[in-house]
């Protein structure tokens, strides 16, 4: 097992917003977060990463065990070095081209040598087929080659764990299909990951493993199949006969 999380719990002024979550993922799991907004997802990949400190709970992950509640510095180094975050909205620097927000962690997270970091980042830009971006800033950029970028940023720390909150959701639609592609290639590769999404045939087709998520607890897992043909709890069929009636 690569990350084991038991009982995380977080309020936000005197608000249960993560009430006891457990949750284990092995190496090369993809594991899908589905649910409604405001629940808490977005909170709990937060959490994961320090980006938020848990009131309390436990974290195990690469062999450490780690009280979230009062984790040390190293402890939130270790697992920062080991995790990346994708995020809703890219989160680039503005003031850095496509090239150089990549080489950015590498260089002030992991203390790689600005030489070897950039070259690092024009191979990832020429994996992705934009090379020719390379010196463009993020507003000289779509949306989708800035997410793609986004995603770049995060492969190339070669982290144990990807924390992906609806990398597509700010994308127009002809956009999602490239951005989850590069996600699932990735995913095929072997990657862990976690993805929070609302794109519901990414989460059937790519997810090891479904969480239904709501009112800040996993209310069910399974295989896509499962949660998706044979939900069993209501609060999930609720969600998933919603979700149906958009359509
Ligand atoms: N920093 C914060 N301070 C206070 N409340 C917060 C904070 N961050 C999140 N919350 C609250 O926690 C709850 C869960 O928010 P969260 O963003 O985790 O939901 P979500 O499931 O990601 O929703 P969405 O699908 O809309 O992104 C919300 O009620 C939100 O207002
Ligand atoms: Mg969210």
Known sequence: MLLKITDLKKQFNGQQILNGIDLSI???????????????????LRNLNFLEQADSGLMEFAGEKINLAQATKS????????????????????????????AEGL????????????QKAVQALKN?????????????????QQQRIGIARATVLNPEIILFDEPTSALD???VGTVLKDIQQLAEQGQTMIVVTHQM???RNVASRVLFFADGEIIESG?????????????TKQFLNALADNY
Request: charged fraction near 20%.
């Open 26 to 44: 092995n190496k090369g799991e993809v594991v899908v977060i589905i649910g409604p907004s405001g629940s808490g997802k977005t909170t709990l």
């Open 75 to 102: 402890e939130i180094q270790m697992v920062r070095r080991k995790t990346a975050m994708v995020f809703q909205n890219y989160n680039l620097f503005k003031n850095k081209t496509a090239q150089e927000n990549i």
């Open 223 to 235: 295989t896509p199949v499962q949660i998706f043909e044979h939900p069993q709890k209501q609060r």
């Open 201 to 203: 045939w990414f989460a």
């Open 173 to 175: 639609p002809e956009l």
């Open 107 to 118: 260089i002030y997270g992991h203390g790689e040598n600005a030489k070897t970091a950039n």
């Open 128 to 144: 992705l087929g934009l090379d020719k971006r390379k010196d463009y800033y993020p507003s000289q950029l779509s949306g989708g």
